[in-house]
T-cell receptor, first 115, second 120 residues
Framework: DTGVSQNPRHKITKRGQNVTFRCDPI?????LYWYRQTLGQGPEFLTY????????KSRLLSDRFSAERPKGSFSTLEIQRTEQGDSAMYLC?????????????FGPGTRLTVT | KQEVTQIPAALSVPEGENLVLNCSFT??????LQWFRQDPGKGLTSLLL?????REQTSGRLNASLDKSSGRSTLYIAASQPGDSATYLC???????????????????FGEGTQLTVNP
């Protein structure tokens, strides 16, 4: 399968714990995005990488959130000191290199439940 | 700030009916608009991408139109089937003033979706 993959698919954690999610984009896609989706809402943008450079961060990305893409391939999203309000689906997407408005291809998401 | 609205929030139709889903956006300076399908608890599947210079795109029983000046897009589904039951989301990408920068123009802004149920 050559689509976007995310791990884990589900994560249950206790409030205050740290969690880390991984996203593997489609091979040779140089652009990678993270979104968060709560129940009944559309996804909201969190952050965007072009290769290894993090070019944009949403105000939703508080200082408890950090994202990396160290070698321009896979990316990780870490949430420190989780809160119940962090419970959501975390979606990763990628798009190919080049200029222009290319499609974003989404992974299956990681569902986080904070108890 | 770009805002995207989808109407109706939910729609229930009998199998075989043709239907239209609506999407409106407040800032017409968009690069493109994308329609997605989302099954319960799953990720998003891209259905159609319309560039700002295009008026419509078609894929099988799906047809999406774009009227950038009025800030509207529609997704037309012909001969609906129970397997079409899902949430349909539209998303717009803002046009950057300098496309080489690719900063604020990269994010997608989503509507809240239309939950479609096609009854057998």
């Amino acid at each position: 399968d050559t689509g976007v993959s995310q791990n884990p698919r589900h994560k249950i954690t206790k409030r205050g714990q740290n969690v880390t999610f991984r996203c593997d984009p489609i091979s040779e896609h140089n652009r990678l995005y993270w979104y968060r989706q709560t129940l009944g809402q559309g996804p909201e943008f969190l952050t965007y990488f072009q290769n290894e450079a993090q070019l944009e961060k949403s105000r939703l990305l508080s200082d408890r959130f950090s994202a990396e893409r160290p070698k321009g391939s896979f990316s990780t999203l870490e949430i420190q000191r989780t809160e119940q309000g962090d419970s959501a689906m975390y979606l990763c997407a990628s798009s190919p290199r080049g200029t222009g408005g290319y499609e974003q291809y989404f992974g299956p998401g990681t569902r986080l439940t904070v108890t | 700030k770009q805002e995207v609205t989808q109407i109706p929030a939910a729609l229930s139709v009998p199998e075989g009916e043709n239907l239209v889903l609506n999407c409106s956006f407040t800032d017409s300076a968009i690069y493109n608009l994308q329609w997605f399908r989302q099954d319960p608890g799953k990720g998003l599947t891209s259905l159609l991408l319309i560039q700002s210079s295009q008026r419509e795109q078609t894929s099988g029983r799906l047809n999406a139109s774009l009227d950038k000046s009025s800030g509207r897009s529609t997704l037309y589904i012909a001969a609906s089937q129970p397997g079409d039951s899902a949430t349909y989301l539209c998303a717009v990408r803002k046009r950057s003033f300098n496309y080489l920068q690719e900063t604020s123009g990269s994010r997608l802004t989503f509507g809240e979706g239309t939950q479609l149920t096609v009854n057998p």
